[in-house]
């Protein structure tokens, strides 16, 4: 669980560190199953946006109880799974990602989702670790972005330069098996990794369900912007009821 002043650092400066850490064997676990993923998917030894599509394996790590707990404490009681991605940064040649507000890329409407920031590596300054802008998530809106199409990076859209200071930025350094929770409005990126050491984090993307997981906005977006295509996500409800009533639960693959 998180404790008061935890809540309380998610609210105010839009992200928080509890205090837990994955169970060796989970985190083991994850290592053979992102391995397997690899073997079989070598493109995505960078960045794979929606590991579920290829095995839902990875569905039993977004089921931890304690792990739900702490989501349901800043999203409340009801909420979905709509996504999991793995960013391996592997050693000597892992992509940056661009700063950028998570909100610019997803049909998710009105914008909510709180994400789960798996270290299955140490996480650090040298190789490439999340850097966040504490605060920048407080006004609830989308800054202005930009279309960056550099193959180096790991997303195609970042925050134009007059929209943040990066002095303002704090480093995200995270053991093995902690993990971190950020707002879907936080303005966040990380460098690159050019150290010897490989830095893989999974996110888990949950949203309450008063927000709907806008399919057609979706494919808009996709054609329009050139955004991933998030039309055939399948939502898993985690707890509580859809209380939206508009959202589609059917499983796609």
């Known amino acids: 669980m998180l404790t008061d002043d935890q809540v309380f650092q998610y609210q105010e400066n839009g992200y928080t560190i509890p205090n837990y850490r994955l169970p060796n064997d989970v985190l083991a676990n994850i290592r053979r199953d992102h391995?397997?993923?690899i073997q079989t998917h070598p493109e995505f030894r960078n960045y794979c946006p929606n590991i579920l599509a290829y095995d839902?394996?990875?569905?039993?790590?977004?089921?931890?109880?304690?792990?739900?707990?702490?989501?349901?404490?800043?999203?409340?009681?009801?909420?979905?799974?709509?996504n999991s991605s793995f960013f391996a940064k592997p050693a000597l040649d892992g992509q940056a990602t661009p700063w950028h507000q998570d909100g610019e890329y997803w049909p998710i409407r009105p914008l909510?989702?709180?994400?789960?920031?798996?270290a299955i590596?140490?996480?650090?300054?040298?190789?490439?670790?999340?850097?966040?802008?504490?605060?920048?998530?407080?006004?609830?809106?989308?800054?202005?972005?930009?279309?960056?199409?550099?193959?180096?990076?790991t997303l195609n859209q970042e925050l134009l330069p007059n929209e943040y200071s990066e002095d303002e930025a704090?480093?995200?350094?995270?053991e093995a098996g902690q993990i971190s929770l950020h707002d879907i409005y936080m303005m966040h990126g990380s460098k690159e990794n050019r150290s010897p050491h490989s830095?893989?984090?999974?996110?888990?993307?949950?949203?309450?369900?008063?927000?709907?997981?806008?399919?057609?906005?979706?494919?808009?977006?996709?054609?329009?912007?050139?955004?991933?295509?998030?039309?055939?996500?399948?939502?898993?409800?985690?707890?509580?009821?859809d209380l939206s009533g508009e959202n589609d639960f059917r499983v796609r693959r």
């Open 35 to 37: 391995g397997r993923l």
């Open 56 to 82: 839902l394996s990875f569905l039993n790590y977004a089921r931890l109880p304690k792990i739900l707990d702490m989501v349901e404490q800043v999203i409340g009681s009801d909420f979905a799974l709509w």
């Open 112 to 118: 909510a989702t709180c994400s789960v920031w798996m």
């Open 121 to 153: 590596d140490n996480a650090t300054v040298d190789n490439g670790c999340l850097r966040f802008i504490p605060g920048s998530h407080k006004k609830q809106t989308l800054r202005q972005h930009r279309i960056n199409s550099d193959p180096n990076l």
């Open 170 to 174: 704090i480093d995200l350094t995270l």
């Open 199 to 241: 830095r893989r984090g999974m996110t888990l993307r949950y949203m309450p369900t008063t927000s709907v997981f806008d399919r057609d906005l979706a494919s808009r977006q996709a054609s329009e912007k050139g955004l991933l295509d998030h039309t055939e996500r399948t939502l898993f409800l985690m707890r509580g009821t």
